[in-house]
């Protein structure tokens, strides 16, 4: 067998991989629209400083027990905002303080017996309960819930203020509007990578586990085909369209967000490359048995979801506590993501990334290679 | 080895942990020559033909494909034969000109090769057709000519026509009598279909739970089985007890006597047919009904085991 039968055989290959996949409109809409579409929500979302709403329910008796500490705090929290008298029957007020650089936080305060106060918290309408004892304001609410907690900082630093103005004062903000400082700088290399990883996992995990529910593996193979090459050029396909994919979202949010790539862009390519290498091995080994395709979106969902939520993709990943950011860290989306956004948005060049490229890529070798070794053709 | 022997099997065995699929089987297929493994699900049939195709290896025996093994020459029985595997989904959204681009480019062919199956399989008007807009018998065609396309010298085709109404059956042998008659192509065929192997095949292999029960031309295993001709009677009287008349040489006939039905089997219907009148016109019987028909590989099956085909 010579050289030039071997180019031929890839070649007819990738054809058949090429044209199986452009002929699937869904792929264009799941790969090309999706990501710009979701690029653009949440980069929206994020990128205007909206008003905040802060709910809070304002509670005379709690938990049913009356107390003779208590005092209606209602008209009191009133007479705060407004330095004048609550009108009467009145139950809601609404407060908003205005910032430009911050944004307008509006307070909305209903006042309620403590069980409708406790239905609307467990529906998610209000997140922080105050009552008022012994002149103190009293704050219930759930500490592990960030947005309560926020309600709690701003309202508490407001009820201790005596004159509410001091509050505007914001000569010490200063907004970071830099390129490379926002959080859709933060979002878009991240959603590369993600991109990067479902189209590889998915498209790959399909194309082989259909193939080989339909035998044409099987039927495949018993022609002179070297088996690795159909899952090269598969491969091949894939990483070509992953690149157009990732251009796309790229040049989209250049138009759209003014994000900038601060490093050097041989060296984003080739993480591009070595991501597309590591979960190429994955997704291998991953669907290299079955040929059930429940069982292989069952296999897929297991490595995927977990690096999508932890990954650190739409939100930092440094939250979490320290042993789990050591182990988060090594996740390939995870090495990924962090090596493109040092590129986008820290100016890495190709030595600050090396490392990453050499993990991912030989990873995802060793992954092939183990699961071309079990792999069931039929 | 014989130069005109395309495959011979020795004493295969091959299990399935207690299910014993092919238990010694032997035969061997000359160039030109169709033979269909015959038998009920189960019988052995595909897994004897997988074996050949080099997908399951026997447990003990030898296989040898022009001559050849499959452990030491597996290049060269790839180019040799050919196949077609029962239901066999190729890409939705490749047309059929495309999809055998493909297999031609694995064989290293060119386009030319392409164009000649195409004519081959009858498949000229729906070359540009995608694969997913194909009926049941157009996508057998194409299985059939992608198991062609590299000049096989031996076509294993399992179960080509299950699944296919009557018409596209027949599309498929006509596809495959064209071939015999125009090259030296050697086919093994499993089938649960008589007439298709009284259609295509110059010798039978009846299987049944993974031995052979017979084997031969249609001719042979008929004649074998008592003749070509089967007439079924029934009497005007009620007979008890043993049928009153005796075989010949010139007919064989079994008597049900619940059933109170005379089937006869004969060779010379002529001959064989006046003797038996002869016979029962001296007992003085007198005829109530009288059906004349082929011997089927049905009734060879049912001769054979005492069971359908298709039980």
Redesign the interface.
């Known amino acids: 067998?010579n050289r030039h039968?071997d180019l031929?055989?890839f070649?007819?290959?990738t054809?058949?991989h090429f044209?199986?996949l452009i002929?699937?409109p869904a792929v264009l809409f799941w790969g090309i629209v999706f990501p710009v579409l979701m690029s653009l929500g949440l980069g929206i979302a994020f990128s205007k400083t909206a008003d905040s709403q802060r709910n809070i329910a304002v509670v005379d008796i709690v938990k049913g027990q009356f107390s003779h500490d208590s005092i209606s705090a209602f008209p009191s929290i009133y007479n705060h905002f407004y330095k004048k008298s609550i009108p009467q029957k009145s139950v809601q007020f609404s407060f908003s303080i205005r910032n430009k650089k911050l944004g307008n936080t509006v307070f909305n305060f209903s006042h309620l017996s403590w069980e409708d106060a406790i239905r609307k918290l467990k529906r998610g309408e209000i997140n922080l309960i105050v009552s008022k004892e012994r002149e103190t304001f009293q704050y219930y609410f759930d500490p592990a819930n960030p947005d309560a907690q926020n309600s709690y900082m701003k309202l508490s630093q407001i009820l201790n203020l005596k004159n509410i103005a001091e509050l505007k004062r914001d000569e010490n903000v200063s907004v970071l509007s830099l390129p490379g400082t926002r959080y859709v700088d933060f979002l878009i290399p991240g959603l590369t990578a993600m991109g990067i990883m479902m189209s590889i996992m998915w498209g790959l995990s399909y194309g082989i586990i259909e193939?080989r529910s339909?035998?044409?593996l099987?039927?495949?193979i018993?022609?002179?085909?070297k088996k690795h090459y159909f899952i090269l050029s598969l491969f091949a396909v894939r990483i070509a369209m992953n690149l157009v994919e990732s251009v796309i979202l790229v040049l989209f949010a250049m138009l759209v967000f003014h994000i900038t790539i601060q490093g050097s862009i041989i060296a984003l390519f080739a993480v591009f490359i070595a991501g597309n290498i590591a979960f190429g091995g994955l997704v291998i080994f991953v669907s290299s048995r079955t040929s059930k395709t429940e069982t292989g979106n069952g296999l897929i969902n297991l490595v995927v979801m977990p690096m999508m939520m932890m990954s650190g993709i739409f939100f930092s990943y440094h939250n979490f506590p320290d042993i789990v950011v050591t182990i988060l860290k090594y996740l390939p989306l995870t090495m990924l993501a962090d090596s493109m956004r040092s590129i986008f948005i820290e100016g890495a060049g190709l030595m600050q990334v090396s490392s990453t490229i050499i993990i991912l890529s030989f990873s995802g070798f060793i992954l092939f290679i183990a699961g071309l070794k079990m792999f069931k053709w039929? | 080895m014989n130069q005109d022997i395309v495959v011979k099997v020795e004493n295969v065995f091959k299990s399935f942990k207690t299910v014993k699929a092919v238990n010694g089987l032997s035969f061997e297929i000359k160039a030109g020559q169709f033979l269909a493994l015959l038998g009920p699900n189960g019988a052995g049939k595909t897994t004897m033909v997988e074996m050949i195709e080099g997908i399951q290896q026997p447990d003990s025996g030898q296989i040898h494909i022009g001559g050849k093994e499959w452990k030491h020459h597996s290049k060269e029985i790839h180019q040799f034969i050919g196949l077609s595997l029962q239901e066999t989904r190729f890409i939705d959204k490749l047309t059929v000109r495309e999809t055998l681009n493909v297999f031609a480019g694995l064989y290293s062919l060119n386009k030319k090769r392409v164009n000649e199956v195409i004519e081959i399989v009858s498949l000229e008007e729906k070359q540009n057709a995608y694969v997913v807009n194909l009926s049941g018998g157009q996508r057998q065609r194409l299985a059939l000519g992608i198991s062609v396309i590299n000049y096989p010298k031996l076509l294993l085709l399992d179960e080509p026509t299950t699944g296919l109404d009557p018409n596209a059956r027949r599309e498929v042998w006509h596809i495959l009598q064209k071939m015999k008659n125009e090259s030296n192509i050697s086919l093994l065929l499993t089938t649960h279909y008589m007439e298709e192997a009284e259609q295509l095949c110059d010798n039978i292999i009846i299987l049944d739970h993974g031995k052979i029960l017979q084997e031969g031309t249609l001719d042979k295993l008929i004649e074998a089985n008592g003749g070509k001709e089967i007439i079924e009677v029934t009497f005007k009287e009620i007979i008890s007890g043993d049928f009153p008349i005796l075989d010949s040489k010139l007919y064989h006939f079994d008597w049900d006597n619940t059933a109170q039905k005379l089937v006869l089997k004969l060779n010379d219907v002529d001959a064989g047919l006046k003797m038996f009148m002869a016979a029962i016109e001296q007992k003085n019987l007198k005829l109530s009904s009288f059906v004349s028909r082929k011997t089927t590989l049905d009734d060879l099956f049912i001769s054979l085991t005492g069971r359908h085909l298709h039980e």
């Open positions: 067998m039968f031929r055989q070649w007819v290959l054809v058949m044209k199986e002929r699937e193939k339909n035998k044409l099987r039927r495949m018993a022609t002179p085909m039929y």
